[in-house]
C-alpha cells in the first residue's frame, strides 16, 4: 500500500509562478505570468478561450516545459518535468476531457494512480481501505459501479475523488462545471470551497464563468492573450472589473432583437422517434415536438442525454428505431434532395468532423451544399472551380472567416473559424429549417455574440429554428420555448416568459 | 453408409470433439496473444506471418537439438521479435496498425519459407501428450482423448489471463492503455511502452501456437502448414469479446469447425471433403456478420483498438 500524506496535519502546498513564458513557434501563448497561489485558497483563472489558462497550468503539471520562468513549490523552486513529478509534489489536475477509464468500475479507477501498487491487487484489503477513504469525504461514490454508467456530475466527482485519493493536495479543476447542471455545479464548488476553508486542499479553477468565479473563489487572476490582465481578492472587485480585465476595451455587440413573428406555421415536427446510440442502447426515446415558423426551440441538457443522436437523426447520420419527422406536413427522408427542397441546413456539434471534409479547401467546404448545381455547375456535371472559389471569397469576407485564403485547407482553420465557414455556409442560401447544436461551444465573447446575432436574425426572418445547446445561458437568451431533455427523454417544457433557471435545472438531473 | 468403427455416427460426434481440441490449440494461443494485443489498443494482423515463423523456428530447433520444448520456446522468442517489430513502428507517429500488421504478415511468411527450406525432410520429435481414454476400448475414443500437452496449458493460460487482466497490476495498466489513451497518460504511463509491450506478450503466444502445428499436429513443417489460423484468430478475438475464456470456448467452436471434414472421412463421407474443410470459413464469415450491426459499435470493445472506433 502506498504512503499517503495525513490530510488533517500537513497544509496543503504554496505554490508561486514567476514570469512564465510558454511560446509554441511564433505564437506566444504565456508572456511572463507571475502568480502566487496561496496555501489553502480557492484562486480561480479567469480568462477567454485562448488566453493561456490551460497552458499555464499544463506547464505547473509538468505536461509542458515553460521557456522561461519559475515554479515554486512550499518556497522551494521546483523543476517539474512531467506530470508524476507534479503529483510527488501534491499536484493533481481535473481535467475538463474526463480521463476515466469507461470499461472500469469506480474502485479500479481509484487504484489505478496509486503509487507503488503491488503486481498482484488485494482486492479486498483495497476495497476496504476505499470504503475508509469515501466516508471521510463529503460526496460519496458506489465502488462497484461501472464509470461508463456513471452521469457527468458523478464523473466529475470521481475525478475529484481520484486527486484527493492520490494525495494531491493542491487541486487544479479544468472548467469543472462545463458538462454540469447548475445545482450539481453549486454543488461541486461548495464542497471544494468548503475544503479550502477547512485548510485541508488549495483549488485552483479554470474557467470563463464570472458568476463561479464571484461565488466561490477567494481570489482571482485574469489573463487575457497571453498575458496578466488582472489580479486580486474577489471581494475586492466589481462585476464590472472583472470584465474589463476579461475582454479589454473591446466592445461587445449588443444582444439580438427578438421582433415580434407573423407567420405561425408549423414547419418542423418529430413524431416520436426512437433513436438509438452505439452500444445499441436507447438515446432518444419517444420524442415529439413541433417547432413553428419564426420560432427558436431550445433543447438544454446536460451533454450525453440523447442530444447527439437526435441530432444525427434529424441530420440523416444515424437512422431511427421508430417514428417520423415531418417538414412543412411531408414525410422528411433525409436525402440530399429533400434538404435542398425544404430548405433544411444543419450546423452540428463537432463541425470539422461532423460536416466538413478536412482535406478540402475552404471554398470547396463553403461550397458543399451547392457545388453541383449552376452556376457552380456547368454542362450538368462539370464543376466551375472559378465560381467555386468567387462564392468562397464572398462568404469569407461576408462571414469574416480568418483564413489564408479560399484555398486554404480547412482543417487549418481554428475551431472558432471552422464553426464561422459552416454557419456561413448554412446560412448563405435560404434557409428554412436550421439546426445548430452548441453553435457557440468554445469561441470567444465577441464570435459568441456575431454568431447568436445571426441565428436570431434567421428567427427574425422567419425560419425555424431548433437549438441544441448545453449552454443554458444561450439556450435562455435564444429560445422562444424551451425543451428539457433527460436521458432520452423530453421532460419539460415551458415558454420563454415563464423559463425559471433552477426549475429547468432540476429538470436537467433528474425526472422529477 | 460404410462402417466407421462400432460407434457409427457416435464416431463422428467423438471425432469432431477430439478433433476440436487438437485443433483448437493454435487457435486457443493466438486468440489469446492477440487479445493481450488489443486489450492495449493494438490490432496486429501479422499474426498469421508470426504463427508460420513460429512454426519455423520451433520445428528447425526440434530437429536440430531433439528437443521440442525448447522448439516451442524458441518459437515463442521468434514470435516476440517479430511482434516486437510490429510494436516499434506503429510506436512511431501516423502509423497504421493494420497496414504494419499486413506487410508483417508478407514479411513473416515469406521468412519463414526462406529460413525453413532445410528443414522440409527431416523429421522433428513430436510434444508429449496424455492418453486420458486408457480405459476405453474403442480407438475412436482413445484417439480422441489423446491431450496434448500444450492444451492443457492453453486452458490454464486462459483462465490465469482472465483473472490477471482484473487482479494484477499489468492487466489493470494494459487495460487502463487500451480504453482510453488520454487516461493513461493523466496516470504517467508510457502508452507506447506499454502497448509494445502488449504486442510482443502476444507474439509470443502466436509463436508457441505456432509451433504446436509443426511439433504436434500435423507435426510437419512445410509451406501449406498454416491456413489462414492466424488471421482467423482475429475474428475470433473479437466474437469472444476479448474475454481469454471466452477465446477458449470459441476455439473449440473453431476447432470443431476443422475437424469436420477429416470427421466425416471417417465414416467414409468423402464427397465435398473440401466444402467441409472451408467450415471454419464459413463460420468466421457467419460470426462477424452475426456479431456486427449498423446500430452499435462491439461490446466489450477496448475503446482505443482501431476496429472498434
Known amino acids: 500500500m502506498t504512503e499517503k500524506p495525513a490530510m488533517a496535519t500537513l497544509p496543503p502546498p504554496d505554490v508561486t509562478v514567476t514570469d512564465m513564458t510558454k511560446r509554441f513557434g511564433a505564437l506566444v501563448a504565456l508572456d511572463a505570468v507571475s502568480v502566487h497561489f496561496e496555501s489553502g485558497t480557492f484562486h480561480a483563472l479567469l480568462g477567454e478561450n485562448g488566453a493561456g489558462k490551460s497552458t499555464l497550468v499544463k506547464c505547473l503539471m509538468g505536461y509542458y516545459q515553460a521557456d522561461e520562468g519559475d515554479i515554486s513549490v512550499n518556497g522551494v523552486t521546483q523543476h517539474v518535468t512531467n506530470p508524476r513529478h507534479a503529483h510527488h509534489l501534491g499536484l493533481g489536475m481535473v481535467y475538463q476531457h474526463f480521463t476515466l477509464v469507461p470499461s472500469m468500475t469506480v474502485a479500479e479507477n481509484l487504484v489505478l494512480g496509486e503509487e507503488g501498487l503491488s503486481s498482484v491487487i488485494n482486492w479486498k484489503e483495497h476495497l476496504e481501505i476505499l470504503e475508509a477513504f469515501m466516508q471521510s469525504m463529503p460526496f460519496r461514490l458506489d465502488l462497484n459501479r461501472s464509470v461508463s454508467n456513471l452521469a457527468a456530475g458523478e464523473k466529475q466527482k470521481l475525478e475529484i475523488l481520484k ?63 497571453g498575458r496578466l490582465a488582472g489580479q486580486g481578492y474577489v471581494k475586492d472587485l466589481t462585476h464590472a472589473d472583472l470584465i474589463r480585465m476579461m475582454i479589454g476595451n473591446e466592445k461587445i455587440s449588443k444582444p439580438a432583437v427578438r421582433t415580434k413573428a407573423s407567420r405561425r406555421e408549423i414547419a418542423l415536427e418529430i413524431r416520436n422517434l426512437v433513436v438509438g446510440n452505439d452500444k445499441g442502447l436507447t438515446a432518444v426515446s419517444d420524442a415529439s415536438l413541433q417547432v413553428k415558423e419564426g420560432e427558436i426551440v431550445g433543447i438544454a441538457g446536460v451533454s450525453g442525454n440523447g442530444q447527439t443522436e437526435l441530432v444525427e437523426a434529424l441530420s440523416g447520420q444515424r437512422d431511427e428505431e421508430s417514428g417520423d419527422i415531418f417538414v412543412r406536413g411531408e414525410k422528411y427522408g433525409k436525402t440530399r434532395s429533400e434538404m435542398r427542397d425544404f430548405g433544411i441546413n444543419m450546423l452540428p456539434e463537432d463541425p470539422l468532423n461532423n460536416s466538413c471534409v478536412r482535406e478540402m479547401s475552404v471554398a470547396e467546404n463553403l461550397a458543399i451544399r451547392i457545388f453541383d448545381q449552376p452556376p457552380t455547375t456547368y454542362a450538368g456535371c462539370l464543376i466551375n472551380r472559378g465560381a467555386v472559389r468567387r462564392h468562397g471569397r464572398d462568404l469569407i469576407e461576408r462571414f469574416r472567416i480568418k483564413t489564408q485564403g479560399p484555398d486554404a485547407r480547412i482543417e487549418t482553420l481554428s475551431g472558432g473559424n471552422v464553426q464561422r465557414t459552416v454557419l456561413a455556409r448554412e446560412l448563405a442560401g435560404d434557409v428554412e429549417v436550421l439546426i445548430v447544436q452548441n453553435p457557440c461551444f468554445g469561441l470567444d465573447l465577441n464570435a459568441v455574440a456575431e454568431i447568436r446575432n445571426r441565428i436570431m436574425e434567421a428567427r427574425n426572418g422567419g425560419a425555424t429554428i431548433l437549438l441544441i445547446s448545453e449552454d443554458l445561458d444561450e439556450i435562455l437568451e435564444l429560445a422562444d420555448r424551451i425543451i428539457v431533455m433527460f436521458e432520452g427523454h423530453f421532460v419539460f417544457e415551458t415558454s420563454r416568459d415563464k423559463a425559471d433557471v433552477h426549475e429547468i435545472g432540476r429538470h436537467m438531473a433528474s425526472h422529477i | 453408409m460404410t462402417d466407421g468403427g462400432d460407434l457409427g455416427w457416435w464416431g463422428v460426434l467423438i471425432a469432431v470433439m477430439g478433433g476440436a481440441i487438437r485443433v483448437s490449440t493454435p487457435y486457443l494461443f493466438v486468440s489469446l496473444g492477440e487479445t493481450l494485443t488489443e486489450k492495449g489498443g493494438r490490432v496486429n494482423l501479422g499474426l498469421e506471418g508470426i504463427l508460420v515463423m513460429g512454426a519455423m523456428s520451433g520445428y528447425g530447433t526440434a530437429v536440430v537439438t531433439g528437443e521440442p520444448w525448447l522448439g516451442v520456446i524458441v518459437a515463442g522468442c521468434a514470435g516476440s ?136 499436429y500435423p507435426g510437419t513443417w512445410n509451406e501449406g502448414l498454416s491456413s489462414g489460423q492466424g488471421l482467423m484468430a482475429v475474428a475470433l478475438v473479437i466474437f469472444a469479446r476479448w474475454n481469454p475464456i471466452y477465446c477458449f470456448y470459441v476455439s473449440l467452436l473453431f476447432g470443431g469447425a476443422t475437424a469436420l471434414g477429416p470427421a466425416l472421412q471417417t465414416v467414409g463421407i468423402t464427397s465435398n471433403y473440401y466444402l467441409y474443410g472451408a467450415a471454419p470459413y464459413f463460420l468466421t464469415l457467419g460470426l462477424l456478420i452475426y456479431s456486427s450491426s449498423t446500430k452499435h459499435s462491439l461490446a466489450g470493445a477496448p475503446g482505443e483498438v482501431s476496429i472498434s472506433r
Open chain 1, 163 to 225: 486527486q484527493l485519493h492520490l494525495g494531491s493536495r493542491f487541486l487544479i479543476l479544468d472548467e469543472p462545471t462545463s458538462v454540469l447542471t447548475p445545482d450539481e455545479a453549486d454543488q461541486i464548488l461548495g464542497l471544494m470551497r468548503q475544503l479550502t476553508d477547512e485548510n485541508r486542499i488549495s483549488v485552483v479553477m479554470i474557467t470563463h464563468k464570472l458568476r463561479e468565479v464571484e461565488a466561490y473563489a477567494n481570489e482571482v487572476t485574469v489573463l487575457r492573450h
Open chain 2, 81 to 216: 521479435a517479430l511482434a516486437l517489430l510490429h510494436g516499434l513502428i506503429c510506436n512511431l507517429t501516423r502509423v497504421n496498425d493494420i497496414a504494419v500488421g499486413i506487410s508483417l504478415f508478407i514479411f513473416g511468411t515469406g521468412l519463414a519459407f526462406f529460413l525453413g527450406k532445410p528443414f522440409i525432410n527431416p523429421s522433428a520429435p513430436r510434444l508429449p501428450h496424455l492418453e486420458l481414454g486408457a480405459w476405453s476400448s474403442y480407438p475412436q475414443v482413445r484417439s480422441a482423448l489423446e491431450i496434448n500437452a500444450l492444451f492443457i496449458i492453453g486452458v490454464v493460460l486462459a483462465f490465469v489471463l482472465a483473472w490477471g487482466l482484473k487482479n494484477m497490476k499489468w492487466g489493470l495498466i494494459l487495460r487502463t492503455v487500451g480504453d482510453s489513451t488520454e487516461a493513461a497518460t493523466a496516470l504517467g504511463y508510457n502508452v507506447n511502452w506499454v502497448r509494445t509491450m502488449g504486442t510482443v506478450a502476444g507474439g509470443f503466444l502466436s509463436g508457441v501456437g505456432g509451433s504446436f502445428l509443426s511439433l504436434y
